[in-house]
Every structure is written in structure tokens, then in C-alpha cells.
């Protein structure tokens, strides 16, 4: 996977400096919808569907929309499935920890929050964006360092949930769980020694951390947890994909939470 992400970075004589290029429908799509900054859009004249909606969208928001061959974006893609439509955006924007909180308070909700501890593959940090899009979380934390960031790969496989999920981005992970935790959030850790997670309360005030692929949680991360969730293993195989056993953990805190 990190191959494929190396792949798409060749496309650097294509992107300005603080631009980035978001490919696919669904991606360009959201992104159009949300209000991101997008300086110009890249269809393929020959392309049906959905690129009609795309382009009527683009033009009422007087985005410039050019035409480009499959060629030229099979190239600016970097081989990735565009779909026949990119879009030349502004980098993403990244939220704070305390916009994220204040939002949930905005709307009367206890605050839910995902970290990502070390999720270095883009893929999966897209993937755990669009579930927690999906599940209702109110934002998600990744740290500076030892992390993929809100690049092309992982618009591409939010489907453009990664323009309406707020993502703070923090220099010290664990002093912001310490932060969190002073704001009377409960940290669940996720990791195999921990409990059943049907067997713990995911109500009220909370942040569900995800660790690293390889690794998981971090020796200090996994120290700062008030509670440590672990997903039943049957199989010979005994560890999940992270952006899958986030989905599980998540959507068990939707389930609590609708009580």
C-alpha cells in the first residue's frame, strides 16, 4: 500500500505548491458540495454518468472546469482510479481538538472522538474517516509525526468524508489525551488484552483510540487509557485490519448511544 501512495506523490510537477489533487467522483463530488477551495476541475470530454453533475456543480460555483484526455489524468493521478475527474483543491485545512469539542457541544451531543495512534497508511486513515463520518463522530486526532496526512489517497478513500469530518492535527498525542481527559472525556484504548467490548460502556463523553497497523497503541498511549476494548478472536488470524476493527468499535458506540 505504501508503494501505491509513493505513486501517487509522482504526480508533484502537476500540483502547485499548497495545492493537491482529489480524484474520483465521489471524492470531487463532496468536495464541491462542501465549499472547499478548488481552483480547477479536470473532466474527460468523453466521460458519462455522474461527470455532467460534477461539471454543473463546478460551474455554479464558478470553478474553472478544463478538459483533459485519460492519458493526462491517468499521469496526474499517479495511476490511481480518477474516474475521468480531478480536482486541483487547496490543501486540507486542518481543525483544532477544541473547534472539534465545541461542535459537539453546539449540538447538544456528548463529544466522540477518534485517534489515530500512528495510522501510517493513508488507506486505512481514510477508511476509519469515512466510517467515523458515517457513525456520527465529532472529529478525529492524528499526531504530526508518524502519520499519514490528509493527502490525495486518503480523499480518495474517505470518498470525500474527509471534507465534512473535522481532523485536528496535534504535536504531542499524549498531551492531548491528557487534555481530553481534564475535559472529562473518557479514553478507550483499543488493544488484545483488553475487555470484551460488548461488556463496556461507550456512552457520555469519549475518544476511541486506534492503533498503529503494525504495532498498535503506543506503550505510553495504552498507559493514558481509562479503559481498554479488545474484539473477540476466533479465527487463526489474530488481529484485524485497522480501519475495519475501528468500524466494529465505532458502530458498537452508535449502538450504546441510541439507547
Wanted: charged residues 25%; proline residues 4%; positive net charge.
Amino acid at each position: 500500500m505504501k508503494n501505491n501512495d509513493n505513486k501517487q506523490e509522482k504526480h508533484s510537477g502537476y500540483v502547485p505548491e499548497g495545492m493537491q489533487l482529489i480524484v474520483g467522483r465521489n471524492p470531487v463530488t463532496e468536495a464541491l458540495k462542501s465549499g472547499k477551495l478548488i481552483d480547477t476541475v479536470f473532466v474527460d470530454p468523453d466521460a458519462k454518468g455522474s461527470i455532467s453533475n460534477i461539471i454543473r456543480l463546478a460551474k455554479e460555483k464558478g470553478i474553472v472546469v478544463k478538459q483533459a484526455k485519460p492519458q493526462k489524468l491517468d499521469h496526474m493521478s499517479g495511476g490511481a482510479s480518477h474516474q475521468g475527474v480531478a480536482a486541483m483543491a487547496a490543501c486540507a485545512e486542518y481543525s483544532t481538538v477544541e473547534d472539534i469539542i465545541r461542535s459537539a457541544e453546539q449540538k447538544g451531543e456528548d463529544p466522540f472522538l477518534v485517534i489515530c495512534d500512528e495510522i501510517e497508511d493513508p488507506h486505512n486513515l481514510g477508511a476509519i474517516i469515512r466510517t467515523a463520518e458515517t457513525a456520527g463522530v465529532h472529529g478525529v486526532i492524528i499526531p504530526e509525526r508518524r502519520s499519514a496526512s490528509l493527502n490525495a489517497t486518503v480523499y480518495k478513500t474517505s470518498a470525500g468524508a474527509v471534507n465534512w469530518l473535522p481532523v485536528a492535527r496535534v504535536k504531542n498525542l499524549a498531551a492531548c489525551i491528557d487534555e481530553l481527559k481534564q475535559k472529562g472525556i473518557w479514553i478507550y484504548g483499543t488493544d488484545g488484552s483488553g475487555e470484551d467490548y460488548t461488556g463496556v460502556s461507550l456512552t457520555g463523553p469519549m475518544a476511541l483510540v486506534i492503533g498503529s497497523e503494525g504495532f498498535g497503541m503506543g506503550r505510553l498511549i495504552k498507559q493514558k487509557c481509562d479503559f481498554l476494548l479488545s474484539l473477540p478472536m476466533k479465527g487463526r488470524i489474530n488481529s484485524l485490519n485497522a480501519s475495519v476493527a475501528a468500524g466494529i468499535f465505532m458502530y458498537e458506540a452508535v449502538r450504546q448511544r441510541r439507547k
